[in-house]
């Protein structure tokens, strides 16, 4: 069973930033591609953001020019800078394997990211 702890949410202001961090325990991380989820309240978890085993990035049109992903495979990281922070970025933010989960690869508790004013 991979664990994937995700943490960095909290309530910003419009306009504001966070840096949300997610650890994986799994020896294969390095070798698979990681995506950045959310899900808002009443709404299907959406994927925001994804990284490859090199580094190539793909993001939605909603975060793009305002979010960056990025992973340190040494440390079995990956992160999500968020910048320009709206309202509708509120959500519950997890990280998990993309496109698809293999066996083990349960979501996490997430981490909650409100911005409000």
């Known amino acids: 069973q991979v664990q994937l702890v995700e943490s960095g949410g909290g309530l910003v202001q419009p306009g504001g930033s966070l840096r949300l961090s997610c650890a994986a325990s799994?020896?294969?991380?390095?070798?698979?591609?990681m995506g950045w989820y959310r899900q808002a309240p009443g709404k299907q978890r959406e994927l925001v953001a994804s990284i490859t085993t090199i580094g190539s990035t793909n993001y939605a049109d909603s975060v793009k020019g305002r979010f960056t992903i990025s992973r340190d495979n040494a440390k079995k990281m990956v992160y999500l800078q968020m910048d320009s922070l709206k309202p509708e970025d509120t959500a519950v933010y997890y990280c998990?394997?993309?496109?698809?989960?293999?066996?083990?690869?349960?979501w996490g508790q997430g981490t909650q990211v409100t911005v409000s004013s």
């Open positions: 799994t020896s294969i991380f390095s070798i698979i591609t």
């Open positions: 998990n394997e993309f496109p698809s989960r293999r066996i083990g690869f349960d």
